[in-house]
């Protein structure tokens, strides 16, 4: 807070002739404590002021803070009697949302309403469907461990244990939630605690060497070092957890080295992190008979004091950044006013001489900049920040030191089902599950490489039977089939069988794309054309009735335009599908935590799926009737017969096709529906052209107009 006020007061154009100053106090972690000094601050009873620049005790108007939830509360409820704002960096509990009654209370970090929801899409992502949840005893465990039931009732996903961690650290107390813990059969621990109370528990865990967990940890400690102890290392490895967004706040970690009791004798908060870092007493009564050694003063913080000077997880303390940052933003907002278009009755614009705690709300409800790390910072209508999160994995190397590496994200502000995004294949398990298996069918598999081979197979012998055709398309059997559909029929039938392989390997953006509009345009064609074959010879019949004219509203131009609308159809679906909700990578997991991770395509959009799937078993049903009512007109060309075998087959396949799809594990429901392609592909060739292909292969004296005509 400090540092982005001093950076503030050197910008010559956020605030110029203006020097923002500060108080600051010591919340202790108690309602109380801070209640208390919330009220000293902004009634001008504050003792101690940091600046020259200061005439005398100011009345603060607007409080960054608290941290905690419980005491953000208490504060709001008061302070919002006055109108004074306050803008909190870590005070997530959903409750705080309510605007009416927490009118004054902004912040600069997601509502746990989202965090709860993100927990459990990724409980669910992963399979994890029996779990224990761990909160602690106050506003922030209760009221987030609330929504997160609600939210694990909507998936599905069963609670074995609900403890709470009591305030009074008991130690008896803390024992039996851990026996709860180690007794309980769900390996999933899910917790809603701040730092300490985790710190607590953690120590528990540790003595009683709880293995074989999997700990999710909110953003109250997912990024936390403070209490990881080497020893515990094995236990805590592969935690995964919600973090806040983090930021690169330059020139931070050098202000925070340069910081000693020595340079700045008169700061109590250097005096106490310094003591804290080292381990020594900085007090003037010290004696060398006390049980901490002397400090110097000339301490090596950047060597030693790792934990206050590391700037690589900034994410609470940027919150902290945006926060000062808004109300900078805020008062320059107030500057800019011009007289008589100001918010205010009749005009008016605020007073900057002494700044009004109702006017700055005002403005600090409407703020909206972009932070010099590059973000757009603004209030909702509820005083809330859009929601994101990075997915946090615990990884720990040999030495025992753990890194925290992103392993996904959440972000509220994408579309359903496009929230989360997580990369399986880079997560270490925590319980010891290191040994995973990253699966999809590809061409390594015995399935795979069968499905290849016979997709192979079906477009070589539908590219072998399209060149006999064209050899003998003058013969009158190839003439008399509308050889111009059965080309096409056969060109789009290959594009079938070929859509197979997109399905086969592992999943990317592209081959997602393109496997369900391949799939779906290339069959759409083939019935298409089959649907126009049955059509001329249901009218090529009545043709011959007498005065019968239909064969004039069905030549080879309406034919073309009939495939051609049908199939723009399918493309206009398609399009809408990709443009909406494209089918794109994701991930999943097995039952057992860590044992597989399962690269498929998602659907994007199951509308999108079922309208592809629904269009083409309309024109199947419709081919399907059609060729069922024409398959005994007496006519030795007739193909109506064979058409409807086909498309007996192909309905039978798809009908088959939507229950083993639904209920086929892993990889096995990618092979599900690429079986139903090929198995539809050989019907149609195998019922249509075989017939045809033994007449012209191998009795070619039937392939004459008068055998043609015979009936």
């Known amino acids: 807070m400090i540092f982005t006020v001093e950076e503030i007061n050197r910008d010559p154009v956020l605030l110029p002739n203006v020097t923002l100053g500060y108080l600051v106090a010591d919340t202790c972690l108690a309602e109380g404590t801070t209640l208390s000094a919330a009220l000293s601050l902004v009634t001008g009873q504050e003792e101690t002021v940091s600046g020259a620049e200061c005439n005398g005790v100011p009345m603060v108007p607007v409080i960054i803070g608290d941290a905690r939830s419980s005491a953000s509360i208490v504060v709001a409820d008061t302070l919002g009697v006055f109108d004074i704002p306050m803008v909190s960096y870590f005070a997530s509990c959903a409750c705080l949302s309510d605007s009416h009654r927490f009118h004054s209370f902004l912040r600069t970090v997601p509502s746990d309403a989202f965090q709860a929801k993100a927990m459990a899409r990724l409980l669910r992502l992963l399979d994890w469907t029996w779990v224990g949840v761990v909160a602690g005893d106050d506003e922030y465990g209760k009221s987030g461990v609330q929504l997160l039931l609600k939210e694990l009732e909507k998936t599905g996903i069963c609670v074995d244990y609900l403890e709470f961690i009591p305030k009074s650290h008991s130690q008896s107390r803390i024992r039996r939630i851990v026996e709860t813990i180690q007794s309980s059969t769900a390996r999933v621990v899910v917790t809603f605690a701040i730092a300490p109370d985790i710190e607590v528990l953690f120590k528990e865990v540790v003595l009683h060497n709880v293995t074989n967990r999997q700990w999710i940890a909110t953003e109250a400690w997912s990024t936390s070092i403070l209490f990881f102890d080497p020893a515990s290392s094995s236990l805590l490895a592969g935690t995964i957890g919600f973090a806040l967004r983090r930021a690169d706040i330059q020139g931070l970690g050098a202000f925070l080295a340069q910081l000693s009791p020595v340079k700045q004798p008169n700061e109590p908060f250097v005096k106490d992190v310094w003591e804290e870092i080292f381990g020594c007493s900085l007090a003037q009564d010290w004696q060398p008979s006390s049980k901490t050694p002397k400090c110097t003063g000339s301490e090596n913080v950047e060597k030693h004091g790792r ?58 409800n409407t703020v909206n900049f972009t932070t010099p790390v590059g973000e757009l910072v603004y209030f909702e209508d509820n005083g809330e920040p859009s929601a994101s999160y990075d997915i946090m994995n615990w990884h720990v190397d040999e030495s025992g030191a753990v890194t925290f590496v ?79 559909l059965s080309f096409l029929l056969l060109v789009s039938l290959t594009l079938c069988f070929l859509c197979a392989l997109v399905f086969i390997g592992r999943p990317a953006p592209w081959n997602c794309m393109l496997r369900h509009t391949l799939f779906g345009v290339s069959f759409v064609i083939c019935i298409a054309c089959v649907l126009s074959k049955t059509v001329v010879v249901l009218v090529a019949f009545r043709a011959t009735l007498p005065g019968s004219n239909l064969m004039h509203y069905f030549g080879p131009i309406q034919q073309r335009a009939g495939i051609f609308l049908c199939t723009l159809v399918q493309v206009v679906i398609c399009l809408l599908w990709l443009l909406l909700a494209p089918p794109l990578p994701g991930e999943s997991a097995g039952g057992e935590i860590g044992a597989r991770v399962i690269l498929q395509c998602t659907v994007g959009s199951v509308v999108g799926f079922v309208l592809v799937l629904g269009y083409i078993g309309l024109l199947a049903v419709v081919c399907f009737l059609l060729a069922f009512f024409a398959r005994k007109l007496p006519d030795n060309f007739n193909e109506a017969k064979f058409i409807t075998f086909s498309m007996l087959i192909f309905c039978a396949v798809w009908t088959a096709f939507v229950p083993a799809y639904v209920s086929s594990p892993g990889k096995y429901t990618v092979a599900v529906e690429i079986f139903a392609i090929l198995a539809s592909s050989y019907g149609l060739l195998l019922c249509i052209f075989t017939p045809k292909c033994y007449i012209i292969l191998l009795k070619p004296e039937k392939n004459t107009k008068k055998n043609m005509m015979t009936r």
């Open 406 to 484: 992103q392993i996904g994200q959440f972000d509220a502000a994408k579309g359903p089902g496009q929230e989360l995004n997580i990369k399986l294949e880079k997560v270490v398990w925590g319980g010891g599950w290191d040994d995973q298996v990253v699966e999809f069918l590809s061409l390594q598999d015995t399935m795979g490489i069968v499905l290849t081979v016979l997709s192979v197979t079906g477009a070589t012998l539908t590219t072998t039977v399209l060149a006999a055709f064209f050899h003998h398309r003058d013969t009158p059997l190839v003439r008399a089939n509308n050889s111009e």
């Open 307 to 364: 934990i206050y000077t590391d700037v690589s997880q900034l994410r609470v303390t940027y919150n902290v950044y945006k926060a000062v940052y808004a109300i900078a933003n805020a008062i320059h907002n107030m500057m800019a006013c011009q007289p008589g278009r100001g918010p205010f009755e009749n005009g008016k614009c605020p007073d900057v001489t002494r700044i009004k705690p109702r006017q700055l709300l005002h403005y600090l």
